[in-house]
């Protein structure tokens, strides 16, 4: 089980520092807001696995909140990246 939890985490770390890279780079607001939405999942799923290895079920109300937080926040942030790029639109037009 060590060897499995161990690969677990090594996978999700290189995928949170590829996600982070393309939060960094970019180029547009989307991808940004992507990658925050990523990184959010990949840490939901750092501390199920670790609440699954430790059996800590106290951890599932952290994964919860997490989990509403970053969908919430990506669509958040959608909509407002959304309403910018309509805005531009509407001002180039004009």
């Keep these: 089980m060590s060897i499995v939890y161990d690969a677990a985490l ?3 770390g290189a995928a949170f520092l590829l996600t982070a ?3 960094v780079r970019g ?3 989307f991808d940004r807001i992507m990658a925050l939405d990523v990184l959010a999942v990949l840490l939901v799923s750092g ?3 670790h609440t ?12 919860v909140v997490i989990a509403l937080m970053g ?3 990506s669509v958040s942030a959608a ?3 959304a309403a910018r790029a309509e805005r531009r639109e ?3 037009r004009a």
């Design 10 to 12: 090594a996978l999700l």
């Design 21 to 23: 890279a393309r939060l």
């Design 27 to 29: 180029p547009s607001t």
């Design 47 to 49: 501390i199920a696995v």
């Design 52 to 63: 699954a290895v430790h059996k800590e079920p106290a951890n599932a109300t952290i994964l």
């Design 71 to 73: 969908f919430v926040g």
């Design 79 to 81: 909509h407002l990246a």
């Design 90 to 92: 509407r001002e180039e």
